[in-house]
């Protein structure tokens, strides 16, 4: 019970922090909602096949986006922050408190996960308002929100188990980039995939999580199949990252 209770303050702290830092808040919601303006722009005007259904291009990046904003906030946004922290001394004061370490990661995990639904909550509403995309309901619904969920806390593992690799700071953003953009290339979150794309890019997409969330997702939107067996490889490879984490994780600055 003291560890829920050290983790529900840590939580508050870090959700104030975020708030009161209004340059990086405003431009973590922003950032999703400009890529869907721009894609929109250049390319809602077209179709896009999946499977037996052709979709409108703009409701196709609705969904691209909610993808890509889940993973922005909690693979990308948690592994830089958490390199940070580490580099410039936090987690080690941090350590050196009673607080367990289940309840700072746990607030931060948790920290991510709400951004992170309400970036979606955020972009298919003005998906549906100025796209006029579908808005999943009944049992659609509740899939999309376990995906939602399911992706969220894996992606915050896998970004927590990454941190353990980052040398320093200033690698960082570049490591963490070069890590998930090209599976979001290789994933179909940017390029809609269709009949002519290459085999080997798709055994590259099945392999990684990526693909599976972004196939989950769609089905919210787009009326896709939906399958668990998607919830069940992104939840694996969370798992894994969790376990490596668990492993590598420092609380020590690397720097000289």
Request: proline share 4%; with cysteine; net charge positive.
């Given at each position: 019970?003291?560890t829920?209770?050290l ?13 009161r ?26 179709t ?8 409108d291009t ?5 969904a691209?986006m ?7 906030a ?12 580490r580099?410039?001394?936090?987690l ?20 991510a996960?709400?951004?992170?639904v ?10 549906h ?9 009944g ?8 995906m ?25 953003p570049?490591?963490?980039?070069a ?12 390029i ?11 055994w590259?997409?099945r392999?990684f ?9 769609q ?6 199949p ?17 376990l ?10 690397r720097?000289?």
């Open positions: 019970m003291n829920l209770r983790t529900a303050v840590q939580l508050r702290y870090v959700n104030k922090a975020f708030w830092n209004p340059a990086s808040a405003f431009f973590t919601f922003a950032f999703p909602l400009m890529f869907l303006v721009i894609f929109t722009a250049l390319l809602g005007h077209y896009v096949k999946i499977g037996a259904r052709t979709i703009s409701t196709y990046y609705v691209s909610a993808t890509f904003a889940v993973i922005t909690c693979f990308n946004n948690l592994a830089i922050s958490i390199t940070f922290q580099e410039d001394g936090i080690k004061r941090t350590n050196g408190t009673p607080m367990p370490a289940a309840s700072f990661l746990g607030a931060r995990i948790l920290h996960v709400l951004v992170a309400l970036l979606v909550v955020i972009t298919v509403a003005f998906g308002g100025v796209y006029h995309a579908s808005v999943p309901g049992l659609t619904l509740a899939r999309f929100v376990v939602v969920l399911v992706g969220s806390a894996a992606f915050c593992a896998l970004g927590l188990a990454v941190s353990a690799t980052i040398p320093n700071s200033d690698a960082a570049a490591i963490v980039n890590i998930i953009l090209p599976l979001q290339f290789l994933s179909g979150i940017f809609a995939f269709g009949d002519t794309t290459p085999q080997w890019i798709l590259v997409a392999v999580p990526v693909r599976h969330f972004v196939v989950g997702m089905a919210g939107f787009l009326g896709t939906f399958s668990w067996t998607d919830v069940l490889i992104v939840a694996a490879w969370g798992l894994g990252g969790l490596l984490a668990i492993r590598f994780f420092s609380w020590e600055p720097q000289g």
